[in-house]
């Protein structure tokens, strides 16, 4: 289930609380002691990096998944560290990354030994709207054969906030891989706490079994799996890039945008509940998918008039920070969520990432 740890950086005792938040989420993954303590640190110095030049933020953090290419069950345990604020901004994004450029009173360690740390390493800022700082840390890869798989034409990325600080959220999205096909879902249970956790989580085991279907066939044999749950709403789109092909998918409010250039179009789902009823007809949508397209999935913890902003034509941005971009620019800095909220964005591997 979708255990994320929610810290908001407001005074300093909340350093703390990342630290062992990120302790905690690195036990969860299995990582060994050394890559707990990177966790820990990274953790550390991006709560730190909130006070000191932000007034104050969030961290957040969960477990991923980052799939193997060409395997749909490769997926190996990452933590996921966020860090969002809507301070100032930073002037010198190339400066702050440099070794030597850290915080008063932080741990020396800066941005830089972060980025080197972290197996992923993002960062985003705006004057004037703040800062996404994002990094994951995986198992460490000691000597092994390099994978020589081709990467992958698409990434995918999200974040994932709970409703009112709880330990779970209802709220679950995945992405795996099969063949020439890639395919996102985002599940979001009715309700909130474990019992909607039971239900989107489901939803994914589902589509883990199961990820050759195309979207309506998958919604379908989801009807019977979460029939035991409280149900969810889902939104399933499935791309073969080489067909330039997205098939798209929906039951219930799951928002949905696919942007072309600089133009957006939504992909609608129909009404209803996945689990409670067995829906007559569920209709299947085709969209061209081309190398500037970009998709945005979110559950309705997210404004639907939300504003993608200039972050989300970036085409080297990890898509979770694109995804942390667009909670926090929907949002105020007080709590920035009526429900448990979660955006996943697919968008093309940067140039120097595709094979």
Do not use: Y
């Not at 957040?60 to 980052?66: G, I, M, Q, S, T």
């Amino acid at each position: 289930m979708p255990r994320v740890w929610e810290v908001p950086v407001h005074d300093s005792t909340r350093v703390r609380d990342a630290r062992v938040a990120a302790e905690a989420a690195a036990a969860r993954a299995g990582l060994d002691e050394s890559r707990a303590a990177g966790c820990a640190l990274v953790a550390t110095e991006l709560a730190t990096n909130l006070l000191k030049h932000a007034g104050g933020g969030l961290i957040l953090l969960e477990v991923v998944a980052r799939p193997t290419p060409g395997r749909a069950d490769g997926a190996a345990p990452m933590v996921q560290i966020v860090a969002i604020d809507h301070g100032p901004g930073v002037h010198d994004v190339s400066g702050a990354l440099r070794d030597g450029f850290s915080t008063t009173s932080s741990l020396g360690a800066g941005l830089g030994t972060c980025r080197r740390i972290a197996d992923d390493f993002d960062l985003h800022s705006t004057v004037g709207r703040g800062t996404i700082a994002l990094a994951r840390i995986g198992a460490r890869r000691g000597r092994r054969t390099p994978d020589r798989s081709p990467a992958p034409p698409v990434r995918a990325g999200g974040v994932n906030i709970p409703f009112a600080g709880a330990e779970f959220s209802g709220d679950a999205w995945a992405w795996v891989r099969a063949e020439d096909l890639t395919t996102l879902m985002l599940a979001d249970g009715l309700g909130h706490g474990l019992a909607a956790a039971r239900a989107s989580s489901a939803a994914v085991e589902q589509l883990c079994r199961a990820p050759e279907l195309p979207p309506a066939q998958l919604l379908r044999r989801l009807e019977g799996a979460l029939r035991d749950t409280r149900g969810a709403a889902v939104a399933v789109a499935q791309l073969d890039v080489a067909a330039g092909r997205l098939l798209f998918s929906g039951i219930g409010n799951i928002g949905a945008r696919l942007r072309t250039g600089a133009s957006w179009q939504p992909l609608l789902s129909r009404p209803g509940i996945v689990g409670a009823h067995r829906a007559a007809h569920l209709p299947q949508h085709e969209v061209a998918w081309q190398d500037d397209c970009l998709l945005v999935l979110h559950s309705d913890g997210l404004p639907s008039r939300w504003s993608p902003g200039p972050a989300a034509h970036s085409p080297t941005l990890d898509p979770a920070v694109i995804a942390a971009v667009i909670v926090r620019d929907a949002s105020s800095p007080a709590r920035p969520v009526r429900d448990d909220t979660t955006v996943a964005v697919l968008s093309p591997s940067p140039p120097d990432h595709l094979p």
